[in-house]
């Protein structure tokens, strides 16, 4: 028996319940990969909704999603199963009042041989402009879609779910997959105004199937007006090690 003379923090306990790390990540609008979230079409079986867990705006199927995003299992993993080539994205409208400073976590599990490709966007439709996370070849690049910053991280190689992190803050852009992290300084601000945050796709269009791949999505957070990853406020350092926090065991 191992005993410890002292009391543990919040969400030591190994277990990946959301409860554990949910106080940490208040202000988060988070859609996380549980059966209880995630309400499905009766006929297809496809995702018709996926509620974030603890109030925020839902997450539904874009107008090229016609039945297409199910639900995916892999061992214990549970999220939203995309399919190459194929659009079965999910959007949760105006999920950012102000994109100008923003972050988005996703969790991921790519199956071996494929890639991820498009894991989300944060769209700012009227500003004309979006940022994306995409996974190619090993590569794992954030970048906007009028070019202003990219960074780019390397994948570890390796059959296991995966955590990434993404933050804006005015003309700056940030990358973080474990240990690793890349920044990028922009000209001009990158995004602002009002943003739709799109889960597996890009935007409404039902072209660029290219950019449509085959991850297993675990996990969504959206932080509006928090840039984390550029922030050493004790609230955001809380954020990011409870996002890691979940990650460790919900990956055990």
Same mark, same amino acid.
């Given at each position: 028996?191992?005993?410890?003379?002292?009391?543990?923090?919040?969400?030591?306990?190994?277990?990946?319940? #959301?409860?554990?790390?949910?106080?940490?990540? !208040?202000?988060?609008?988070?859609?996380? =990969?549980?059966?209880?979230?995630?309400?499905?079409? #009766?006929?297809?079986? &496809?995702?018709?909704?996926?509620?974030?867990?603890? =109030?925020? +705006?839902?997450?539904?199927?874009?107008?090229?999603?016609?039945? @297409?995003?199910?639900?995916?299992?892999?061992?214990?993993?549970?999220?939203?199963?995309?399919?190459?080539?194929?659009?079965?994205?999910?959007?949760?409208?105006?999920?950012?009042?102000? *994109?100008?400073?923003?972050?988005?976590?996703?969790?991921?599990? %790519?199956?071996?041989?494929?890639?991820?490709?498009?894991?989300? $966007?944060? @769209?700012?439709?009227?500003?004309?402009?979006?940022?994306?996370?995409?996974?190619? =070849?090993?590569?794992?690049? &954030? !970048?906007? /879609?009028?070019?202003?910053?990219?960074?780019?991280?390397?994948?570890?190689?390796? /059959? &296991? #779910?995966?955590?990434?992190?993404?933050?804006?803050?005015?003309?700056?852009?940030?990358? &973080?997959?474990?240990? @690793?992290?890349?920044?990028?300084?922009? !000209?001009?601000?990158?995004?602002?105004?009002?943003?739709?945050?799109?889960?597996?796709?890009?935007?409404?269009? +039902?072209?660029?199937?290219? %950019?449509?791949?085959?991850?297993?999505?675990? /996990?969504?957070?959206?932080?509006?007006?928090?840039?984390?990853?550029?922030?050493?406020? #004790?609230? /955001?350092?809380?954020?990011? $090690? $409870?996002? !890691?926090?979940?990650?460790?065991? *919900?990956?055990?």
């Amino acid at each position: 028996m191992l005993e410890l003379d002292g009391n543990l923090p919040p969400g030591a306990l190994c277990s990946a319940h #959301p409860g554990a790390v949910s106080s940490a990540l !208040k202000g988060a609008h988070w859609w996380h =990969g549980a059966e209880a979230q995630m309400e499905q079409d #009766p006929g297809t079986g &496809a995702v018709s909704l996926w509620r974030t867990y603890a =109030g925020g +705006p839902p997450a539904e199927p874009t107008e090229p999603n016609t039945g @297409n995003g199910q639900i995916g299992e892999v061992d214990d993993l549970f999220g939203l199963q995309c399919r190459a080539g194929i659009h079965c994205g999910v959007v949760a409208e105006d999920g950012a009042p102000d *994109a100008t400073t923003a972050t988005v976590a996703v969790r991921f599990y %790519t199956p071996p041989g494929e890639d991820a490709r498009t894991l989300f $966007a944060l @769209n700012a439709t009227r500003a004309g402009n979006y940022v994306f996370l995409s996974e190619t =070849g090993g590569v794992l690049t &954030a !970048k906007d /879609d009028q070019g202003r910053a990219s960074v780019e991280l390397a994948c570890p190689d390796r /059959d &296991a #779910p995966r955590l990434a992190v993404v933050s804006l803050y005015g003309d700056r852009l940030a990358l &973080a997959l474990g240990p @690793n992290r890349a920044d990028a300084h922009a !000209k001009e601000g990158i995004l602002g105004g009002t943003a739709s945050l799109f889960i597996g796709c890009r935007n409404q269009r +039902p072209r660029l199937l290219k %950019t449509l791949g085959a991850a297993l999505i675990l /996990d969504v957070w959206l932080f509006p007006g928090r840039a984390l990853l550029h922030s050493g406020a #004790p609230a /955001d350092t809380r954020a990011l $090690a $409870a996002l !890691k926090r979940h990650h460790l065991w *919900a990956a055990a």
